[in-house]
């Protein structure tokens, strides 16, 4: 029988149900996030993972705030940076999707992995909005039902992969957080349905006429997800995409840039706000860490390029 999943709540830093040897690797998996911040976290991952193999297998379920709570392998080394209280995941996301919590927007969240902003954004803090989380890989989907689980089933969860079109691919990796139907596959990997995002108004999932923010985390076919969401980019949407660091020539930002109607917006940490940039050598200056990820936005709505405006006017008055 699985043993309970530890506790860990973000506000106060409460631990709960945890063991002495588990409450030490807590300790040091938090350490090591603020240690390693000040590189981008470089080598975090893999000392996690290391001391990971000296734990029971079991679930850490963390509390992201009153309404949010977020479970995954204790040890895991992609998320156990949240034991780190001051540690902010994708903080240009956070950004946008705290400012747009009174807009009635749906999230449509592909290449969800275990579900962290289909949580958040489905919680109260953030404006309780409905959300769809697609993941592809089988082993991924269990742990995202979950977490849709002990969110009282509040998003929901479609286990297909996002393309250019409907059909099938062959998913391949090794590290959750890095599967992708980009490869060949070889004959490793898990078939896969595939669907366009213009697939989701045919299947009545949403309607064209809505307001969308599309986080688009699909490991090197963010181009083939734009081409399948021409009628949904058309109208009220963002797509907020990864730009990959160790990527010199920006491929997905020269994509939104020079092939679609779209506008592309950066964060800069210079300004602290989102930019509209028409130049890409902003991009060699942010992305100054070649092993992590950077997003980008694209979108051709005056509604959402004013709610950017606002937001920046916003914090430039703090």
Not at 39 to 49: E, I, L, T, W
Not at 72 to 93: A, Q, V
Request: aromatic share 8%; hydrophobic share 40%.
């Amino acid at each position: 029988m699985a043993m309970p999943p530890i506790q860990f709540d973000r506000a106060s830093g409460a631990l709960e149900g945890a063991n002495l040897w588990e409450r030490t690797a807590a300790l040091a998996l938090a350490t090591g996030s603020k240690i390693s911040s000040h590189f981008s976290h470089r080598g975090y991952n893999m000392c996690a993972n290391l001391l990971r193999k000296t734990l029971a297998e079991r679930d850490i379920d963390i509390k992201l705030n009153a309404d949010a709570t977020f479970a995954f392998p204790y040890g895991d080394g992609y998320w156990s940076k949240l034991l780190n209280r001051s540690f902010s995941y994708e903080n240009e996301l956070e950004l946008l999707f705290q400012h747009s919590a009174d807009v009635d927007y749906t999230l449509l969240d592909c290449g969800a992995n275990y579900g962290y902003w289909s949580v958040l954004v489905s919680s109260a803090p953030y404006g309780s909005h409905k959300a769809i989380a697609i993941e592809p890989s089988s082993q991924n989907f269990a742990k995202l039902k979950n977490n849709a689980d002990i969110n009282g089933n509040r998003f929901e969860a479609i286990k297909c992969a996002i393309g250019a079109a409907r059909g099938t691919a062959r998913l391949s990796g090794s590290k959750h957080e890095a599967f992708s139907i980009a490869g060949d596959g070889g004959d490793g990997g898990e078939e896969v349905p595939v669907l366009a995002l213009d697939n989701l108004i045919d299947d009545g999932k949403v309607s064209a006429g809505g307001k969308f923010l599309i986080k688009l985390d699909v490991e090197g076919v963010e181009i083939e997800a734009i081409k399948g969401g021409t009628r949904l980019l058309r109208g009220d949407s963002v797509i907020l995409c990864e730009e990959h660091g160790n990527d010199p020539h920006h491929t997905v930002s020269r994509y939104i840039l020079e092939q679609t109607p779209l506008k592309l917006i950066v964060y800069d940490p210079r300004s602290n706000l989102l930019e509209t940039v028409t130049e890409l050598s902003i991009l060699d200056r942010i992305k100054v860490s070649t092993h992590v990820g950077y997003n980008v936005f694209g979108t051709a709505s005056a509604f959402w390029q004013d709610r950017i405006s606002a937001l920046n006017a916003a914090r430039r008055a703090q």
